[in-house]
């Protein structure tokens, strides 16, 4: 066996797993395999969702991978969860990265939030409203959606959410509108950020909700076209809401927690990375293949004997090394209040991911030639669905080398004259 207990190589690299995390990435590997990849090509052709891949996570409990134990879930960590994700990446990106919204939408109320200050009745009221939306997920397999950006600035977390809850009797009713909205159409419920409406004209950050739309919701609506450049399964359409009213007990984090838990854990907006991860071995395992004339219904052409090939097979894989490493280091240092060398480190972890998948199958294309992007085979979508890592909020490409540059230079509260 390559690899300890696993006789394939998973996209984060060889390591010592343990049980578990063997058991949920050889389950990933076989799933992506046997089921996503032969699936990924009609959902890109058609930008329709991979609902047969949902019932097979579904079936295999993925879907609760990260509800905690007590729960009823499979209580996998943060670590855990990233190896997973980058295996269904490899062979579905749209799933992994839709994926990642739902396992992010029970890891953030799980165990992020238990590293939360929180006061005991505001842990006492999420304890009660989670048991709620776990047994959702672990009894009837719900799916949640992750819908945040606005087109405005607070998805980068540089303004309040425009959508807005205004407390009423018994819950809350909820107005505006959510762009790239993935799952659009197919989540049971949407987990909402919005701010709380206070009646004062003054929005605030600290306002912040994170609440939960039920799909059939009255009020919400579902607008708009989506044919994007890649990532077309995760169907992210607009989303309206008009008066939209919810019960209190859909509140997925008390009031004023969200705000803290983004402050206080930077690593749960890192979870967008292990998609890309994958797609980046996928474009990888590709270019193997295609050189040596192994692509499965090809002719066996083999292109593997000329120097520049091999020259751009070695940069793929000193690139894809160096990504599996600073992604490896960071996945096991996330956690709560993480130091600036920590924190740092993580930015730079995601923006070699994001960056790199892309540069990894930009090589990828050039190297296998023209017949390679051809679209009976996957290399083209690779390539497209790469390019969208490095857009999405908060952790934009852009936007890390911002925050990294000025972390850097300037301690907390420091300013120049
Ligand atoms: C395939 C896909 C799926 C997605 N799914 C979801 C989803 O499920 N949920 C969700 O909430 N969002 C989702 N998104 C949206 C994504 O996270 C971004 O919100 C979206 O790509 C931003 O697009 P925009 O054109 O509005 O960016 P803009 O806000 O116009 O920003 C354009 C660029 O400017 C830079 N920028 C933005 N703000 C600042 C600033 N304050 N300072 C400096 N630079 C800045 C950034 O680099 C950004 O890339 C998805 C995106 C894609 C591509």
Redesign the pocket.
């Known amino acids: 066996m390559p690899s300890g207990q696993l006789d394939f190589i998973p996209a984060v690299g060889t390591a010592d797993f343990s049980p578990a995390q063997a058991q949920w990435l050889t389950l990933a590997n076989r799933l992506g395999r046997e089921r996503f990849a032969p699936r990924a090509a009609t959902w890109d052709r058609e930008a329709s969702f991979p609902f047969a891949n949902y019932d097979d996570l579904r079936e295999a409990g993925l879907l609760a991978l990260c509800v905690p134990r007590a729960f009823g879930g499979a209580g996998a960590d943060f670590a855990t969860y990233c190896m997973v994700g980058a295996e269904i990446g490899r062979f579905c990106g749209a799933t992994a ?2 994926y990642n ?1 739902h396992i992010c939408s029970t890891m953030w109320t799980g165990v992020l939030s238990d590293g939360i200050d929180m006061t005991p009745a505001q842990r006492d009221e999420h304890q009660a409203r989670r048991e709620l939306h776990f047994a959702r997920v672990v009894r009837d397999g719900a799916v949640y ?5 606005e ?3 607070a ?2 977390g ?1 303004a309040p959410f425009g959508t807005t809850a205004r407390k009423v009797d018994g819950g809350w009713v909820l107005n505006g509108r ?6 659009s159409g197919a989540a049971d419920y949407y987990g909402i950020l919005c701010t709380e409406d206070r009646g004062d004209q003054h929005p605030d950050m600290r306002d912040t909700l994170y609440i939960a739309v039920p799909g059939r919701a009255d009020g919400l609506t579902v607008t708009g076209d989506w044919d ?1 450049m ?2 077309r399964g ?1 169907v ?1 359409r607009t989303l309206l809401l008009k008066d939209v009213f919810v019960p209190d007990h859909e509140q997925l984090m008390p009031r004023g927690v969200y705000y803290r838990a983004a402050q206080t854990w930077p690593a749960m907006f890192f979870t967008l990375s292990p998609t890309y991860l994958g797609v980046a071995q996928a474009a990888y395992d590709f270019t193997v293949q295609y050189l040596r004339g192994e692509v499965p219904g090809q002719p066996p052409v083999k292109r593997r004997m000329y120097p520049t090939k091999q020259i751009a097979v070695a940069q793929m894989r000193i690139q894809l090394e160096t990504m599996r490493s600073i992604f490896w280091r960071a996945i096991h240092e996330a956690k709560p209040n993480p130091s600036k060398d920590e924190r740092l480190r993580l930015y730079a972890a995601h923006y070699t991911v994001m960056e790199g998948a892309n540069d990894i199958a930009r090589l990828a294309i050039r190297t296998c030639g023209g017949q390679s992007m051809l679209k009976d085979l996957p290399l083209e979508r690779l390539y497209r669905d790469s390019r ?1 890592g490095a ?4 952790w ?4 890390i080398l ?1 925050r990294m540059g000025r972390e850097t230079l300037y301690e907390s509260g420091e300013r120049d004259e």
């Open positions: 990265l839709t919204m959606a992750q819908p945040f950006s087109g405005s600035a998805a980068a540089k959510k762009i790239f909205a993935s799952l994007p890649g990532m995760t992210s969208c857009l999405m909020l908060p934009t490409a852009e936007l911002d």
